[in-house]
């Protein structure tokens, strides 16, 4: 049983570190064949890639993984939720993600729109 995880975790290491350099090369020959000539950057290194690479992860969590929407038990146990409402408690629960949510992506609510129009 030992050497199975062994094996595992260097075929992982093994892919793991081959796949970067796949990633790597791939952004590095991206950059220097398109950005060069279409912006006039300058050429970059194959560890400026993987900088890059590793930038954009951490600014813009990419590569899959699991998701900020939830795991499936989540979503299930909201939909329980959800199916226990009755329609006043759906229609009182979806007004007030509105009134959260809503000023954030331009719309103003009541209260807003108030506050706007006294100034």
């Known amino acids: 049983m030992k050497k199975f ?21 791939l952004v590095m020959t991206l950059w220097n064949n398109i950005l060069v000539y279409a912006t006039g ?9 993987l900088g890059i ?7 813009f ?3 899959g993984g699991r998701r900020w929407r939830g795991s499936p038990a989540w ?3 909201m939909k329980q939720r959800w199916n226990k409402m009755t329609p006043e408690e759906r229609e009182q629960f979806k007004a007030e993600w ?3 949510c809503g000023g954030r992506w331009g719309k ?7 506050a706007m129009s006294a100034d």
């Not at 103003?108 to 108030?114: D, F, L, P, S």
């Open 108 to 114: 103003m609510n009541n209260e807003e729109e108030t």
């Open 53 to 59: 690479l590793l930038l954009s992860k951490i600014l």
């Open 5 to 25: 995880w062994i094996k595992k975790i260097a075929m992982i290491l093994v892919f793991g570190s081959l796949a970067v350099a796949l990633f790597g090369f």
């Open 98 to 100: 509105k009134n959260r």
């Open 61 to 63: 969590g990419g590569f």
């Open 41 to 49: 950057v300058k050429a970059i290194s194959f560890l400026q890639a």
């Open 75 to 77: 979503k299930e146990k």
